[in-house]
Structure formats: structure tokens, C-alpha cells
């Protein structure tokens, strides 16, 4: 028995889909037939990156996923294009690092603006097509720090901790009109995001993966595509953790 993922005639919204996790995520789903909608605040970027995708059937939208008037038109926009959405991949995120007495509070709002009500503002957007159609499937990328926190990012581990809970909360709310609601947890992924960390806290950490390697775009991708295709019509309110085994 062959079993292959396939998208074909499903419109999916990734945002911060422009670079990183992002763009592995928007290239599988266009890799797989679906057509594609990539957002993030540089519009230029997002159209130059939907222009290069395999199938010549993504865009790419300018939006700030922090400002809902941005937000719901840019929803609105993806729909008139494509005619609806059926997956949505919330994955825009952004880090400010500091210790708990060095965080100012621009640096809280910016993380837990972009990471967790960005993704309640396109998911509270998106999820009425879905629920008229009765299928569709939210993909919220969280990060095992949501799960066991880290020194120097309470305001990150804030965020997708909030981002867990709200992807439990939402899937009982709409799991009755098959509006599946899932989170995928990376561990340390190979991004610019995890570039600035130093040679030696690198060699570290990956002395800590019990499968000795940093995390690829790709392998959050296959998480991604897993949850958006038909093998997973029975999963919903789940954390599914892509870290090499760093927690266990
Ligand atoms: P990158 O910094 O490489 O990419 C972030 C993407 O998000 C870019 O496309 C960026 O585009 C977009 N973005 C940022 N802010 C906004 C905003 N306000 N509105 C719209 N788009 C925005 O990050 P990664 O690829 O590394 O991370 C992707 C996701 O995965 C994030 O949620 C991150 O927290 C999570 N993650 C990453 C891990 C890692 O090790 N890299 C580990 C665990 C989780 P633009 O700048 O044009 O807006």
C-alpha cells in the first residue's frame, strides 16, 4: 500500500511564511498541491517567496499579524484570491531575549503581540469559513519552551505556553464542525531565529539532542503536513513535539 499526503483542491495560510520554519512549511504544503497564501510584514519578501514555490499557485500577502484591521483584510483578501481556507499554519514569531528584570515591557508586548494574539486574530478570522465548510485544520507552531520554560525567555515561554492553551481551548470550541485545532513543538530548528546563539552554547545543545543534530525547517514541516492532511481526521487538541528528543 502506497500512502502519500496529498493537498490537492485545500488553500492553506502560513504565516511568517517568508523565511525559516515558515518557508519549509509553505514549500511541503505547495510540494504536496495545496495552494498557498504567505504572510508576513514584508510584502515584498512574502510575493518573492510565493512567486519561487514548486506549483505557481501561492501569493504572498504584506501583513502584521500584531494588527487585527491588518488581519481581517488580509483574511478577506486570501479568500477573494483563492475562495476559501481550509488549513491555516500559525507560525509568524519573533523572540527578545532578556532576564525577567531586564524585559521592558516593549519587549513583552512585541513577543506576546506577534507569537500569541497574532495567532488568536488570524485564527478568530480564518475559522468561520472553516466552520461554514465544516472542515478545516489550524496548525499553531509553539516551541517546547511552552512546555518546560527557559532562563531568559519568560516572555517567549509566556507566549507559547498561552499558545497551547489556546490551541485546547479552540479545538473543544469547533472540533463539532470538523475544524481540527493542533500545535506542533519544535526544538532548536536551524533558523535565523537560533543563528545568534554562539559556537559554544550550539555545540552544547546539540550534545543535549539525544539525536545529535539541530532541528530542520523540513522536519517541522512534516509535523505541519501530517496535521493538515487526512491521516490526521482524529487528532485535535494535541501538542506534537519535533525537538530530536531534547525533552522528554
Ligand atoms: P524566523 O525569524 O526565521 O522567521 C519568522 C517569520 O515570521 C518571518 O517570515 C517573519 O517575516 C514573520 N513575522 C515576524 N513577525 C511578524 C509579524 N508581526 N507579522 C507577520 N509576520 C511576522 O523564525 P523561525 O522560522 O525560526 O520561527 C518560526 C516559528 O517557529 C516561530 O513561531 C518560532 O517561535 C517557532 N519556533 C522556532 C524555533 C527555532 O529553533 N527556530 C524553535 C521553536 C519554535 P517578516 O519579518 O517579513 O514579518
Known amino acids: 500500500m502506497q500512502v502519500k499526503i496529498d493537498l490537492t483542491g485545500r488553500v492553506a495560510l502560513v504565516t511568517g511564511g517568508s523565511r525559516g520554519i515558515g518557508h519549509a512549511i509553505a514549500r511541503s504544503l505547495a510540494g504536496v498541491g495545496a495552494q498557498v497564501a504567505i504572510l508576513g510584514r514584508d510584502s515584498a519578501k512574502a510575493q518573492e517567496v510565493a512567486h519561487a514555490l514548486a506549483n505557481g499557485a501561492a501569493r504572498g500577502y504584506g501583513c502584521d499579524v500584531r494588527d487585527a484591521a491588518q488581519v481581517e483584510s488580509t483574511v478577506g483578501a486570501v479568500e477573494r484570491d483563492f475562495g476559501h481556507i481550509d488549513v491555516v499554519v500559525n507560525n509568524a514569531g519573533t523572540t527578545r531575549d532578556n532576564l525577567l528584570f531586564r524585559i521592558g515591557e516593549d519587549d513583552w508586548d512585541m513577543v506576546i503581540d ?3 494574539k497574532g495567532a488568536f486574530l488570524v485564527t478568530k478570522h480564518a475559522a468561520r469559513g472553516m466552520i461554514k465548510r465544516r472542515w478545516g485544520r489550524i496548525v499553531n507552531i509553539t516551541s517546547v519552551v511552552g512546555i518546560s520554560g527557559n532562563k531568559g525567555q519568560a516572555n517567549y515561554s509566556a507566549s507559547k505556553a498561552g499558545l497551547i492553551g489556546f490551541t485546547k481551548a479552540v479545538s ?3 472540533s463539532s464542525r470538523n475544524v481540527l485545532v493542533n500545535a506542533v513543538a519544535p526544538g532548536f530548528i536551524d533558523t535565523e531565529l537560533t543563528r545568534s546563539i554562539g559556537e559554544a552554547a550550539r555545540n552544547a545543545l546539540i550534545e543535549a539532542i539525544p539525536l545529535g543534530r539541530l532541528g530542520q525547517g523540513s522536519d517541522v514541516a512534516a ?6 492532511s487526512d491521516f490526521a481526521s482524529y487528532i485535535t487538541g494535541q501538542v506534537l513535539v519535533v ?3 531534547l525533552v522528554l
Not at 223 to 228: E, N, P, R, S
Open 172 to 174: 473543544k470550541e469547533l
Open 243 to 245: 525537538d530530536g528528543g
Open 223 to 228: 509535523a505541519v503536513l501530517f496535521l493538515a
Open 114 to 116: 506577534t507569537n500569541l
